[in-house]
């Protein structure tokens, strides 16, 4: 089962009429050296991040601590009860003379080119369009609870066989804003032309009790078995909405060849200083406002595919002019723009 992408999954015809995918644009909140999940408290972390979502985003985000919910005050989400975080590595261009120049992110040309960076975020139901989890359109999704989060990804995987163990971290060259298909596990090895779109899709399981892990992925599980037969493991029985990024890194400003390694290899990074793109990660911490995730999941909603319409009228909605006003101060202050000797952090390649 390779999941095709949206735009065809689209072309084949709507999903099964119980299926629920909300869709919509988070702009950047901040990008800066935080991570709550893998070091908390840690002012700053080692390598930095791109952040979206509500601004209760802090060094610090306990899972027993008060509903993130009622921590915030704004989101840069659509969804206006949408304050979850979610947040990815950031993307440099290393170029011949070893400097290297921050990747910025573009709002999705499908609708979002209003935001002001970030990314597109999904909440998919098995056999809903764009879902590649399996199972059936009619399985009950449980949305998450306060406190829930979760990474997926690895950031010291450098290899194809490492990153078998996430099947759905992957990468789009966009030669047009509808580019879909041919997904790699690494990064492109060709100029993309519109920029090169990460996705990150979480695992669809959950063992129904912990909110956490000590690693923040082993309460949550990927479904066995595939297609429409496909569920979850007895260890991990309760069905959550598949959490999915898509991202898109404008790496056109940087597609001269001239420009690119003499070897012919490709020239982009990420700021935890992997040049092979294997290890591509993602957080999340969960935020929706009361019952707002399941009453959307309960309504069976599905958004515009390629406009900007969450098109669920249980949920409010804001702007998305209005999502690029919430911002949070900056807590680690370091220079990020221009062309830098060292990757923040002193990350090494
Ligand atoms: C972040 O945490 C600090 C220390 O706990 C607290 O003083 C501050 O208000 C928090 N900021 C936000 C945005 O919640
Ligand atoms: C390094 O290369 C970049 C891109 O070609 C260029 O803009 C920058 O000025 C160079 N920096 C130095 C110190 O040569």
Redesign the pocket.
């Known amino acids: 089962m390779h999941w095709k992408g949206l735009l065809t999954a689209a072309a084949f015809g709507p999903a099964a009429q119980a299926a629920t995918m909300l869709r919509f644009s988070c702009s950047q909140l901040v990008v800066e050296r935080l991570d709550p999940l893998v070091n908390p408290g840690q002012v700053p972390s080692p390598h930095l991040h791109q952040i979206v979502g509500g ?2 985003f ?3 985000m306990d899972s027993d601590a008060a509903d993130l919910a009622t ?1 915030a005050s704004c989101t840069t989400c659509t969804p206006a009860e949408d304050f979850s975080n979610y947040w990815t590595a950031v993307m440099f261009f290393k170029a011949r003379n070893g400097t290297y120049h921050r990747v910025a992110t573009k709002g999705n040309p499908l609708g979002f080119t209003a935001a002001t960076g970030g990314q597109t975020v999904y909440y998919l139901s098995p056999g809903s369009q764009g879902s590649n989890v399996g199972g059936s359109g009619n399985a009950k999704v449980t949305a998450f609870r306060p406190g829930f989060r979760m990474t997926v990804g690895d950031p010291s995987f450098r290899s194809a066989a490492e990153i078998k163990k996430y099947p759905q971290l992957t990468y789009t060259c966009l030669q047009t804003s509808t580019t879909r298909g041919g997904e790699t596990t690494n990064f492109p090895k060709a100029a993309c032309k519109v920029g090169i779109m990460v996705n990150i899709r979480f695992p669809t399981c959950w063992d129904g009790k912990n909110v956490d892990s000590p690693d923040h992925q082993s309460h949550v599980a990927y479904p066995t078995g595939s297609g429409t037969s496909a569920g979850c493991p007895s260890t991990h029985p309760v069905r959550i909405p598949q959490v999915f990024y898509e991202t898109i890194w404008d790496t056109s400003p940087f597609n001269d060849k001239a420009l690119w390694p003499a070897d012919g290899s490709q020239p982009f990074v990420w700021s935890f200083g992997d040049a092979t793109g294997y290890g591509t990660h993602g957080d999340y911490v969960f935020g929706w406002k009361g019952d707002a995730l399941q009453r959307a999941f309960d309504a069976n909603c599905n958004s515009d595919l390629m406009g900007n319409n969450v098109n669920c009228p249980t949920l409010k909605t804001q702007t998305i002019q209005q999502g690029n006003q919430c911002s ?1 101060k900056v807590t680690v202050r370091e220079n990020l723009d221009g062309w830098m000797t060292t990757l923040p952090g002193g990350m090494t390649v």
Do not use: D, P, Q
């Open positions: 601004n209760g802090n060094a610090t921590v949070k």
